[in-house]
Structure formats: structure tokens, C-alpha cells
Nanobody, 124 residues
Framework: QVQLVEAGGGLVQPRGSLRLSCATS????????MGWFRQAPGKEREFVAT????????SYLDSVKGRFTCSRDNVKNTVYLQMNSLKPEDTAVYYC?????????????????WGQGTQVTVSS
């Protein structure tokens, strides 16, 4: 079982920034495609961002393009989600996930391992 631990959530004002991190002790981290998803109260879990194993390819939810940046450090076994210009509608629990086989994907069913989630609240 791969353990993924998110950190960096919190309360931030609109137009503010947060950086989420997701770390694992697994040396196989570099073999996983990583993704970020979020779930707001009363809504389904939705894709936010994904990054390839080497970090060269990313994909984003349209509403976060230009504001969020996903990156990874395969030495530190960590994936990041830099979130800028945050909006109240970004409020959700954010989850990182690891995909074992194949390339990047926006489908949450394609991911095998999940973190526990970290709350992001954007409010004045």
C-alpha cells in the first residue's frame, strides 16, 4: 500500500495563494503518474491537475488553467500544486493520487492510491 500524505491546506482570502504538497516514502514514486482532485460539499470529486512521471507533461481543469501549477520532485518523492489567484469556488478538500499504469489521466477511477485530503477554504 502506497501512503500519500498531503499538506499545505488552510484558509486563504480571495486572490491569495497556497501551495499543496503530497509526499510519500516510496522509492517507486517516480514510476507513478500523479494527479490532484478536489471535492466540494455536495459535489462529486473532480479532476484538477495531473503530471507525467518525468514532470514534462501536465494537464489542468479549464477553470484553474493559468492559476494552478502542478510540479514534482522525484528526489524528494513529492508532488506540488501551486495555487494562485484563488477564488471562493476553489474551496474543497484536495486529494493527491497515484496512477500506476499508463499515461496521464483526468479520470479519478484510473488512480490507484489516494491521500487523505487537505481542506482548502477561500473566504474573506
Amino acid at each position: 500500500q502506497v501512503q500519500l500524505v498531503e499538506a499545505g491546506g488552510g484558509l486563504v482570502q480571495p486572490r491569495g495563494s497556497l501551495r499543496l504538497s503530497c509526499a510519500t516514502s516510496e522509492r517507486t514514486f517516480r514510476s507513478y503518474v500523479m494527479g490532484w482532485f478536489r471535492q466540494a460539499p455536495g459535489k462529486e470529486r473532480e479532476f484538477v491537475a495531473t503530471i507525467s512521471r518525468d514532470g514534462d507533461t501536465t494537464s489542468y481543469l479549464d477553470s484553474v488553467k493559468g492559476r494552478f501549477t502542478c510540479s514534482r520532485d522525484n528526489v524528494k518523492n513529492t508532488v506540488y500544486l501551486q495555487m494562485n489567484s484563488l477564488k471562493p469556488e476553489d474551496t474543497a478538500v484536495y486529494y493527491c493520487a497515484a496512477k500506476v499504469l499508463g499515461g496521464i489521466s483526468i479520470r479519478y477511477s484510473a488512480y490507484t492510491y489516494w491521500g487523505q485530503g487537505t481542506q482548502v477554504t477561500v473566504s474573506s
